[in-house]
């Protein structure tokens, strides 16, 4: 079956880098039917879609308009895996971070990560 | 604050039916499938709903979902107290892309 395993730092510096990797297996990143996205979760912003990469003939990304001027996801096909980086992280960017699977590209988010916690502080 | 505005909280005796509301606009509801999600505490989402009123394999036909103009609408019947979670849907949004409602939270005195 399809499992998405994330890794990264739990605390990061305010003004610093936030990154994050989600590994895949079961499926594949470069996949033309599946969307790859970030979504994370706080107490004070409830679930917020920041982001996603997709391959049909060609890679594409999106972002939410809140977060795209600091915002980069990239894939590596020779991993099969997608992350995340975003950049000058403030204390608002505290929360749980989630890679998910699209199964269709139109938010049928059939499979989630497990989830990691960042904090945000000096 | 989102774009899709869903009531906090809902509440029903078991056995009962509720329903869960998403309102939105003509740039998102008005013209894009609408996906519901469950969390239970402690949990990640969990798709109950796609493209307004399907249901993923394994998904009791007790859930079911709809849409009509800008709005949509969570249905449960039957309900037990396994169904106590926070309720979630979205939909792509013209200016925002993906766009989350603010959740309701389903109470089963």
């Not at chain 1, 730092?9 to 790859?36: E, F, R, Y």
């Not at chain 2, 606009?25 to 519901?36: D, L, P, R």
């Not at chain 2, 394999?57 to 800008?70: E, L, M, N, V």
Request: some cysteine.
């Amino acid at each position: 079956q399809v499992q998405l395993q994330q890794s990264g730092p739990g605390l990061v510096k305010p003004s610093q880098t936030l990154s994050l990797t989600c590994a895949i297996s079961g499926d594949s990143v470069s996949s033309n039917s599946a969307a790859w996205n970030w979504i994370r979760q706080s107490p004070s912003r409830g679930l917020e879609w920041l982001g996603r990469t997709y391959h049909r003939s060609k890679w594409s990304n999106d972002y939410a308009a809140s977060v795209k001027s600091r915002m980069t996801i990239n894939s590596d096909t020779s991993k099969n895996q997608f992350s995340l980086q975003l950049k000058s992280v403030t204390p608002e960017d505290t929360a749980v971070y989630h890679c998910v699977r699209d199964r269709t590209g139109n938010l049928v988010f059939d499979i989630w990560g497990q989830g990691t916690m960042v904090t945000v502080s000096s | 604050q989102s774009v899709l505005t869903q009531p906090p909280s809902v509440s029903a005796a078991p056995g009962q039916k509720v329903t869960i509301s998403c309102a939105g606009s003509s740039s998102n509801i008005g013209k894009n499938y609408v996906s519901w999600y469950q969390q239970l505490p402690g949990t990640a989402p969990k798709l109950l709903i796609y493209d307004n009123n399907k249901r993923p394999s394994g998904i009791p036909d007790r859930f079911s979902g709809s849409k009509s103009g800008t709005s949509a609408t969570l249905g449960i019947t039957g309900l037990q107290t396994g169904d106590e979670a926070d309720y979630y849907c979205v939909t792509w949004d013209s200016r925002l892309y993906a766009s989350f409602g603010g959740g309701t939270k389903l109470t089963v005195l």
